[in-house]
């Protein structure tokens, strides 16, 4: 079976969650270009989630994304509606392939659904229990032909695989958020892994037009490996700096650093508020049960047991979690002692601002990444910060080595097979300038 | 056979040309329409006349407003401009990219028959409605659609006027490219002079060195430099008799008498048989100069339909200002320029200014007024000779006005 006859029937399992959508949205689009280019073959796209409004918020979602896909590869459409004599201008096509696309899409809130798909990908709950119980059900329903990708960021697929009898058929194949943006998928082969799976995943990850890293199977991967131990470093730099500055202006100070003087997009904060504070607790719980309890935080799950989660909210807009967003900036910051939000226009904020000294020279992230001279720019950053002028260049400093020795360690543990693939998956999947395995500091 | 008798043209007045470009354009956000732009045009012309009730007649140049904008007739859209024109003839012409010289010649027309004194010519497109690539389609309908649409490309008519443009690189060897990035150059240059221009605002600092992009972007031969934008805008210009032009309030030096006026279509149905020529528009200049028994010398300024670079080395061939083959190397020499010595589209053409399709004829003939009257500001060049000419086309090449004015 080649990669287009893997693709005439395929599911998504939690197709309607924030990460199951993207990558139905590729599919779905994938399927419709594979019907075209082959009249004669039916492409079926299984949308397997719990909930018929977030589904058909789904369809309609997806109808949505045909359009533009189609405008940019107008040409393509063009010759391939060539012998369609009812379809002349370009607006005729690009309406025919939004049909075409509807017609691929088979929603339902039945795992029964993908009985006979040939791959199953699965977009669950980053919960063990929750995808054991999916892949379980599946394994009884599908038929042995059937492979499964798990968007799993943390789970271990080959301790998966076999406790749920798919033994040799899962991989692991993780797209960044949001899946239809994001050039990085973290391919995780499991040690039985069918290698005629993983052909198949490296070809159909090329003709999503992803790039893939290799990871080893073990628990959080590169990208969570890093994330969630950087996340750990910025909380435990603010639980220390929290009894001499007061814990919402350390917050402040933390979230400055690890997002200007790292010259990152977010910072620390907003990125476990972006990806939901509920969301890490979930991946600490899996990487701590593989890899030791110190992988924990206790605000963390204070913040939860108050009901602070970040995240999204239904329409995309951030929830508060650490801190409340304004058009993608931080506003204001949580405080534990009132529960309330502090503002951050306000004078304690730049009170708080000053104790870091002077501000990097270099451009913030977004105007650096298009700067011609961006590489030289750093370079005159991180000259800077070997020879620190204040707390905010001190603590950019450690939080650059913490950040280094991170991805030193995932590459001595095995999880990534060299500091390269480590600087990739932070590159690529987190958007950061550089990658954190460098001697810029030494 | 010369105009039967003297019909003057006065009173222009044209708007921006709006898209992208103009630091005023928004794709998302709402956007003045049809009305909004036949009342800026038709009232600044109107404003410069004593009263309007003295116009008899109505003329709109539109081309494709029923996909655009969804909108058909768009005579009955001039009374809005002036209570004056209520229940006045009023009718809508359509010759794709030339729509605004038929209603030019239409109302020229009208005034010729006796029938009336004084007519409003208004030209008008809003194209920024919809995605450049179905504003495709829409233009597409300046081809054969039954004929030629479906096999071909996504971009109709910039693939037309590729073709052209390789077979005239084939001709005439790498000057064609270097001329086509020269006439860009020229074009903005000229719309940085011209407020009202898409191009106004434009700042790349080595424009021919944009020109010069290796073609394959928008059609094979063409980059996007070489094409007109996607443009909003309205021309409007008053057609009068000397009777017509008294009752206004006008002297006659403040209008250009139209000594020479032709109208050609080809058949849309054929192939054009020459891609490096323009038959049809060299037929309509060489007419419209015998009807004014005026030989191409006496003639200082010149407004040619460039809705691609090419189409502006191939107009200078159609009017015969460079031998066939030679108009790359006219550009190349400078005498387009608007120091030169023979001025082409001083106010930036349909690459500097905008090509708001159906408003194009009558802006040309709107800009050759106001350089012939002395009214041009900014873009004024020394016009040395007494005669201005416009060469607008339709489609490719299947429709041609020209007309011969004189201050």
């Known amino acids: 079976m080649d990669l287009t006859d893997r693709l005439e029937h395929v599911a998504v399992v939690g197709a309607a969650g924030k990460m199951g959508r993207g990558i139905a949205q590729l599919l779905a689009l994938e399927l419709t270009w594979r019907a075209l280019e082959h009249p004669d073959r039916s492409f079926v796209l299984d949308l397997i989630d719990a909930d018929d409004a977030a589904l058909q918020a789904l369809v309609r979602f997806l109808h949505q994304q045909a359009a533009p896909a189609a405008e940019k590869q107008i040409h393509r459409l063009r010759r ?51 995808k054991t119980a999916i892949y379980t059900e599946l394994a009884g329903l599908c038929g042995p032909d059937t492979w499964f990708l798990s968007n799993t960021s943390s789970l271990p697929i080959q301790a998966m695989s076999e406790a749920c009898g798919l033994r040799g058929r899962m ?105 939901g504070l509920d969301v890490v607790q979930q991946i600490l719980r899996v990487m701590a049960g593989h890899l030791g309890p110190e992988l924990h935080s206790d605000l963390l799950d204070r ?47 730049r009170a708080a601002e000053a104790q870091l000294g002077p501000a990097p020279e270099a451009h913030a992230w977004k105007a650096l990444r298009q700067a011609p001279d961006c590489a030289a720019q750093l370079a005159r950053h991180w000259k800077r910060l070997r020879q620190p002028q204040g707390l905010g260049d001190t603590l950019a400093r450690e939080h650059f080595l913490a950040s280094r ?24 999947g987190f958007f950061h300038l550089y990658g954190p395995i460098s001697d810029a500091l030494e | 056979m010369p105009m039967p008798r003297p019909v003057f043209l006065a009173a222009g007045a044209t708007t921006v040309s709006l898209g992208p470009g103009r630091r005023e354009f928004r794709p998302d956000a709402p956007r003045p329409g049809l009305v909004h732009y036949m009342r800026e045009a038709g009232r600044a012309t109107l404003a410069q006349i004593a009263d309007p009730e003295r116009v008899d007649e109505g003329v709109v140049g539109n081309f494709m407003a029923a996909r655009f904008n969804r909108q058909g007739h768009l005579g009955a859209l001039l009374a809005q401009i002036h209570p004056a024109l209520e229940y006045r003839a009023a009718l809508r012409v359509e010759g794709a990219c030339a729509s605004g ?164 279509a080809a058949d849309l149905t054929t192939p054009p048989p020459d891609l490096t020529e323009l038959g049809t528009c060299r037929r309509a200049a060489s007419q419209a100069m015998a009807m004014a028994g005026l030989a191409m010398d006496t003639v200082g300024l010149f407004e040619v339909h460039d809705c691609f670079t090419i189409s502006g080395l191939l107009c200078l061939e159609a009017l015969g200002l460079a031998a066939p083959g ?81 201050r």
Request: proline letters at 5%; a neutral charge.
């Open chain 2, 326 to 406: 030679a108009g790359a190397e006219r550009v190349l020499a400078g005498d387009t320029v608007r120091t030169g010595p023979r001025p082409v589209n001083p106010g930036g053409g349909l690459v500097g200014y905008g090509h708001p399709t159906g408003a194009t004829g009558v802006r040309m003939a709107v800009d050759l007024w106001r350089q012939l009257t002395g009214r041009a500001g900014g873009v004024q060049v020394e016009v040395a000779k007494e005669h201005g000419l416009m060469l607008n086309m339709g489609g490719d090449d299947k429709t041609a006005v020209a007309l011969v004015l004189k």
């Open chain 1, 405 to 428: 020795q991170i991805g030193l360690d995932l590459v001595a543990q095995g999880v990534a097979a060299s500091a390269e693939a480590v600087n990739q998956v932070l590159t690529l």
């Open chain 1, 171 to 275: 991989l692991g194949f993780h797209f960044y958020n949001p899946p239809a943006v994001q050039k990085l998928v973290e391919l995780i082969r499991p040690r039985d892994a069918d290698p005629e799976l993983v052909r198949l995943a490296d070809a159909l990850a090329r003709a999503l037009g992803k790039q893939t890293v290799a990871s080893a199977d073990i628990a959080g991967f590169i990208g969570n490996g890093h994330f969630v131990r950087d996340g750990l470093f910025a909380i435990r730099t603010l639980e220390r700096l929290a009894p001499r500055f007061g814990f919402v202006p350390a917050l402040h100070l933390v979230e400055q650093v690890s997002r200007d003087w790292l010259v990152r997009p977010m910072g620390c904060f907003q990125l476990m508020d972006f990806v």
């Open chain 2, 101 to 264: 010289g038929l209603a030019l010649a239409t109302g020229i027309r009208s005034v010729l028959s006796g029938l009336a004194e004084v007519v409003l010519v208004v030209g008008v497109e809003v194209q920024n409605t919809v995605k450049a690539l179905y504003g495709a389609d829409y233009l597409a309908g300046a081809g054969w659609y039954e004929g030629e649409r479906k096999e071909g490309p996504a971009f109709f008519f910039p693939g037309r006027f590729s073709r052209r443009a390789g077979a005239y690189a084939a001709r005439v060897g790498p000057a064609a490219r270097e001329a086509m990035a020269r006439w860009y150059q020229i074009a903005v240059e000229n719309a940085r002079l011209n407020p009202e221009a898409q191009e106004y605002h434009n700042t790349v600092p080595d424009l021919l060195a944009l020109g010069r992009t290796p073609p394959g972007g928008v059609a094979e031969y063409l980059n996007l430099a070489d094409c007109s934008k996607v443009s909003d805008g309205a021309a409007a210009i008053l057609v009068a008799s000397a009777a017509g032009l008294d009752g206004l309030g006008l002297a006659r030096r403040e209008a250009v008498e139209v000594v020479g006026l032709a109208h050609c």
């Open chain 1, 80 to 130: 391939l509606y060539r012998d369609r004599p009812d379809l002349v201008d370009n607006e005729d096509m690009v309406r025919a392939f939004g049909l075409e696309l509807l017609f691929r899409l088979r929603p339902g809130r039945t795992l029964a659904l993908a009985r006979d798909a040939r791959l199953v990908f699965e977009a669950a709950f980053e919960r063990e229990a929750t």
């Open chain 1, 303 to 349: 913040m939860l047991e108050r009901g602070v989660r970040g995240g999204q909210a239904g329409d995309g807009s951030p929830r508060p979690g650490f801190q409340t967003y304004r058009q993608g900036r931080p506003a204001g910051i949580f405080d534990p002692d009132t529960g309330e939000y502090a503002a951050l226009d306000a004078p304690w904020a």
